[in-house]
């Protein structure tokens, strides 16, 4: 496998060599680094440098000289937009992929301070998606890496990157995900990590401080969620009093705070087959436990002829929800007596029918 190294201001190319051992993350949610081991000499590669090879595109984090060796850290390429900016970041017009290309035009390709501009960068929206998700601004500054995580989970927005006639291209694109069946149990499959969490409220009493009024409020199996008692088909989980601030608004408090409830897992496997990252799975572990799933990084390694993923589910954070409802949705004034919250995991036996 040849890796090269372009200039992190001029993108020249300053060095290419055979990779000697690597373990590298081609894309994961996560923030996780890859290593190589290639010949070269100190004037090789420098923290700030790209690094690329077979299926990755990064941004040199670390570089150690070993006699005739260099051991380079590489965080994945996206970094590159993790700068913050402090202006407002305005508003989607035409669509989300076009959105994102006028803010790096305007932050990073045609920036006026040539020591952080990258002129050699061209980025190409090749889909339309239409969407109103801003970047989140934190303390009056927001970044465009950040963003991108978010378009992914909201929109399956994707990036992808290739270097075109001595430049680097940036293409942005949705993607459908595709739906993989996985049988841990099978020999095709080796377990390298498995993880259960479980975290759930089951019932909430609720305290208005306007009125005083003191409220019960119970989460079924299937979703609904009653203030009228059951003992019958409720979720096992704790009691939570909740204070609101107007008894009218108690209904969306509750159903906000049940929200959360989450049955979480991590597993990390090792195949021969190639999946794309986002992905959706059907997993049934070996025990026969069957989840519903995605597929959250693929790790390569010269260690191990298989490609390794994580898959754990894929959860959009609260505050998205409600703001991208809000923005986009019809809102239905009052409180009900009755309501459901989102499924965030299709149930066993719906799961078990995938499989078949």
Request: glycine share 6%; aromatic share 10%; hydrophobic share 35%.
């Amino acid at each position: 496998m040849i890796t090269y190294i372009r200039d992190r201001h001029t993108f020249a190319l300053k060095h290419h060599a055979t990779a000697l051992t690597y373990d590298m993350t081609v894309q994961s949610i996560y923030d996780e680094v890859s290593d190589f081991k290639i010949r070269g000499n100190e004037s090789s590669a420098k923290a700030g440098d790209f690094f690329f090879t077979e299926g990755f595109f990064g941004i040199i984090k670390e570089v150690d000289k070993d006699r005739e060796t260099l051991d380079i850290t590489c965080n994945d390429i996206d970094t590159l937009f993790a700068r913050d900016i402090p202006d407002d970041p305005g508003t989607v017009g035409e669509s989300i992929e076009q959105y994102i290309k006028s803010l790096i035009d305007k932050y990073y390709v045609k920036l006026s301070d040539a020591v952080y501009a990258t002129p050699f960068l061209t980025v190409i929206a090749s889909t339309s998606t239409t969407g109103s998700a801003l970047p989140d601004v934190e303390d009056g500054v927001w970044n465009i890496k950040s963003y991108l995580s978010k378009v992914r989970r909201l929109y399956n927005i994707h990036t992808s990157y290739s270097v075109v006639n001595g430049g680097l291209v940036m293409r942005l694109f949705h993607r459908d995900r595709q739906t993989h069946k996985i049988f841990l149990d099978l020999s095709d499959y080796e377990i390298l990590e498995e993880s259960f969490a479980h975290e759930a409220i089951g019932k909430i009493t609720t305290i208005a401080e306007d009125t005083g009024a003191r409220q019960d409020w119970y989460l079924l199996t299937d979703g609904t969620i009653t203030n009228t008692y059951t003992d019958e088909n409720r979720v096992d989980g704790t009691w939570e009093i909740l204070n609101v601030s107007e008894a009218e608004d108690a209904a969306e408090e509750v159903k906000n705070k049940f929200a959360e409830n989450s049955d979480s897992h991590l597993i990390e496997f090792a195949c021969s087959k190639e999946y794309n990252f986002y992905d959706n799975l059907i997993v049934r572990t070996k025990d026969g436990q069957v989840l519903s799933s995605y597929i959250s990084a693929i790790r390569k390694s010269s260690d191990r002829s298989k490609n390794v993923y994580k898959s754990g589910e894929l959860r959009i954070m609260l505050d998205e929800k409600l703001n991208l409802w809000k923005r986009e949705q019809p809102q239905t004034a009052g409180a009900a007596q009755s309501i459901e919250i989102e499924a965030e995991a299709i149930t066993n036996e719906e799961l078990e029918g995938m499989l078949k």
